[in-house]
């Protein structure tokens, strides 16, 4: 089933997709057209969350790739709500980055609280997947020595264009970046270090983990820098297709507070 959330007639909720050319709310109570054409309705971002929670090196040819060595447990970090973002909608470049990078990745959403879950018990907790675009500011990640500032800008984690409930193998999926039609990043979930049940069950020692939060799982080998015009895809294969096109702040205001 793929899921999307939308607004129509001044009413925002969710909605499964039933024909390429209609939906269906999935709230009873809204009192809808059982049939709502996909024309009359605005996409919106598709999540949410109390948090997004993102896996760095996860692939082994991206930990490869920059020269770091494979962890024996994921590496965490956050991105805030915030930056979220929708298909369609703008990846803007902040004027205080000279390189943005794209990093194509499967991101899981959470159904059902989560706290100290085993890793056989991970799949309860999980609604379903989608695509997502970790955007990073490389030279202020390079620069800060942490990843806070160069992961957590406005528009820095598109996610959708759906939530797909239905996946029968997340660990064999195709993911790909392409910008402006070529393609750029290529790899597979198979390449991941870190299962997605073990990613569920490891975080959720850390932090309970609500309906509607986010895991980004980590990128493939490929990572390459963004400009002003280009357009970037995430497609991951029986996931999803997320399409956003970028922009440029402008340049900085020199009187605004550093």
Not at 10 to 26: H, Q, V, W
């Amino acid at each position: 089933m793929r899921i999307i959330r939308v607004r129509y007639r001044d009413r925002s909720f969710y909605a499964t997709i039933t024909s390429p050319e209609t939906l269906r709310c999935l709230n009873n109570e809204e009192n809808l057209p059982d049939d709502i054409p996909l024309a009359e309705v605005e996409l919106l971002p598709l999540v949410r969350p109390s948090k997004i929670v993102c896996v760095g090196l996860n692939y082994r040819d991206h930990a490869h790739e920059l020269g770091l060595p494979m962890s024996d447990e994921p590496v965490l970090f956050l991105k805030p709500p915030s930056s979220v973002i929708g298909p369609g909608d703008a990846i803007v470049i902040p004027a205080c980055s000279e390189r943005v990078d794209y990093e194509a990745e499967l991101a899981l959403v959470i159904g059902r609280t989560a706290r100290h879950v085993s890793e056989a018990d991970a799949p309860r907790h999980l609604f379903g997947y989608s695509c997502a675009n970790d955007v990073t500011a490389r030279d202020l990640q390079q620069k800060d020595g942490q990843w806070t500032r160069a992961k957590s800008f406005d528009t820095f984690c598109p996610v959708g264009p759906w939530i797909e409930t239905e996946v029968p193998d997340e660990r064999a999926l195709a993911i790909r970046a392409v910008v402006n039609g070529q393609l750029r990043q290529q790899g597979s979930t198979a390449d991941m270090i870190f299962s997605p049940a073990r990613l569920i069950s490891f975080i959720s020692g850390v932090m309970t983990l609500l309906p509607g939060d986010v895991i980004l799982t980590g990128t493939p080998g490929g990572i390459g820098p963004l400009a002003e015009g280009d357009e970037v895809s995430v497609e991951i294969d029986q996931v999803g297709f997320l399409l956003n096109p970028v922009i440029s702040e402008g340049p900085a205001d020199p009187s605004a507070v550093q």
